[in-house]
């Protein structure tokens, strides 16, 4: 193969794989937005279920107030009934004393309503702070992954900004313009596999006299469509076999 060919294939592959790193480190802080914003979900959920149990549990105490309310009354009015005269009175008595009964039995009957609200509720508070735990716990091992993960990318960086500065040096300094002309044009993709006729990139088809010069890979060749310095990967050889047959090696 062309050294410069192999050269330029070798800084493509270099420089797409910085390229991928660092788009990995700029994406980090949109990612801790959104370990952030799981966390406050989670939280949220925590809080709106305690909000809950806890208007429950003031609704509760209201209605609590209320029965004992009416059951001061119902115990006033027992204390009159001694003290009437007539029938008529005693007969509206028993009226009231029935309506202040009716009452507080209403009153009881929510306040079994809300006791058994409070336990579905209680649940519903501990499952969310479960769950919030559970979060907390997943986020916390994201984040010690992501570290590690940042300190990698960032020896990667490093290392490949070297390999680059001996892969430039070593080249002939007008295919390297070639390269970065190209790359500037193109999302910095100025080297293409060709493969069956066709440049893998924009995959429109080679010229069959290009494509057969491409496939020496003895010179520096463009697609005429897209540009793109080409190069061809050859069929795997084949190997010999005990039995003295012939296999393609993978």
């Known amino acids: 193969m062309n050294a410069d060919l192999e050269r330029l294939i070798a800084l493509q592959q270099n420089d797409s794989a910085a390229e991928a790193a660092r788009r990995r480190l700029a994406e980090e802080p949109e990612h ?59 007969q509206a ?10 009452e507080v039995k209403a009153i009881e009957d929510r306040v079994l309503e809300r006791m058994l609200e ?26 010690r ?36 002309a190209i790359a500037r ?4 993709i100025a080297v293409a596999e060709a493969r069956g006729g066709v440049c893998t990139i924009c ?3 080679l010229r069959p006299q290009v494509f057969n010069s491409v496939r020496r890979n003895d010179s520096i060749m463009q697609c005429d ?4 310095i080409l190069y061809f990967v050859p069929a795997p050889a084949a190997a010999a076999t005990p039995d003295g047959a012939t296999q393609q090696t993978r």
Do not use: P, W
């Open 225 to 228: 469509h897209c540009n793109r």
């Open 118 to 143: 409070a336990d579905d509720l209680t649940a519903a508070v501990k499952r969310a702070e479960t769950e919030l735990a559970a979060e907390e716990k997943a986020v916390d091992a994201d984040r």
């Open 32 to 90: 801790e937005k959104a370990l952030a914003a799981r966390l406050e979900t989670a939280r949220q959920r925590v809080a709106a279920a305690r909000e809950r149990l806890a208007g429950n549990q003031t609704a509760r105490r209201a209605l609590e107030k209320d029965v004992a309310l009416h059951q001061g009354r119902l115990s006033r009015f027992r204390d009159q009934m001694a003290a009437v005269k007539t029938n008529v009175e005693y």
């Open 145 to 180: 992954s992501t570290a590690a993960e940042h300190v990698d990318l960032q020896a990667a960086v490093e290392r490949m900004n070297g390999e680059r500065i001996a892969l430039v040096a070593a080249m002939d300094q007008q295919i390297l313009a070639l390269f970065e």
């Open 93 to 102: 008595m028993q009226k009231e004393i029935g309506f202040a009964q009716d």
């Open 203 to 205: 995959h429109v088809r």
């Open 185 to 188: 044009k193109r999302n910095g």
